[in-house]
């Protein structure tokens, strides 16, 4: 099995997490976005590397009064079906239980298939939708939320 490591994001990841936001999303987060997460308290922002150092991916999350709300889950295409999402998300939910958190809530667009499956594999459940959540193109979002 391949050795992936699961660490916190620093200055350094930034420009090569911009660009995986570029390739992943209509509505990609910036450099200055990113980097803007690094002194906020709030934010728990966590990096999949291969052995090598490689970014693979990562995810971004905000807490607050013990309610966490997945920002971003992203990793490169040729990086995909390798674990480092399913890393990620465990790292993710061991710390917001170790921080006694109530839940971890997100929003997915209904056509993303194989990133609900990765969610319910977790044991997040459909908790709502948002009527036109997203642009680009418009789709509603749906609610999953991991009660802890
Ligand atoms: C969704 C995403 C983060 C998954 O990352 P990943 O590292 O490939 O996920 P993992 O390898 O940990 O997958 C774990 C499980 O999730 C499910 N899964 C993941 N991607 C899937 C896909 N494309 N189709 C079906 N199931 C999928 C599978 O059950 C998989 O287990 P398996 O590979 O043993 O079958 C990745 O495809 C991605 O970055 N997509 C573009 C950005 C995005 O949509 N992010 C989510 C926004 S809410």
Redesign the pocket.
């Given at each position: 099995m391949e050795k992936i490591k699961v660490v916190a994001m620093t200055a350094a990841h930034v420009a090569e997490l911009a660009r995986l936001e570029q390739l992943?999303?209509s509505e990609p987060w910036s450099e200055a976005g990113l980097a803007a997460e690094l002194n906020n308290e709030t934010a728990f922002f966590r990096v999949a590397e291969d052995a090598g150092g490689n970014v693979l991916?990562y995810v971004g999350m905000h807490c607050v009064a013990g309610e966490c709300y997945i920002d971003?889950?992203?990793?490169f295409p040729q990086?995909?079906?390798?674990?480092?999402?399913?890393a990620l998300l465990a790292d993710l939910v061991a710390w917001a239980k170790a921080k006694e958190c109530a839940f971890v809530t997100?929003e997915?667009r209904p056509s993303?298939?194989?990133?609900i499956?990765?969610y319910e594999?977790f044991g997040f459940a459909e908790a709502g939708r948002r009527r036109r959540f997203y642009r680009d193109p418009e789709e509603d979002g749906l609610i999953l939320t991991l009660n802890l």
């Open positions: 992943c999303f991916g971003n889950v992203a990793v990086a995909r079906r390798r674990g480092a999402a399913s997100l997915v993303n298939t194989g990133a499956a990765l594999k």
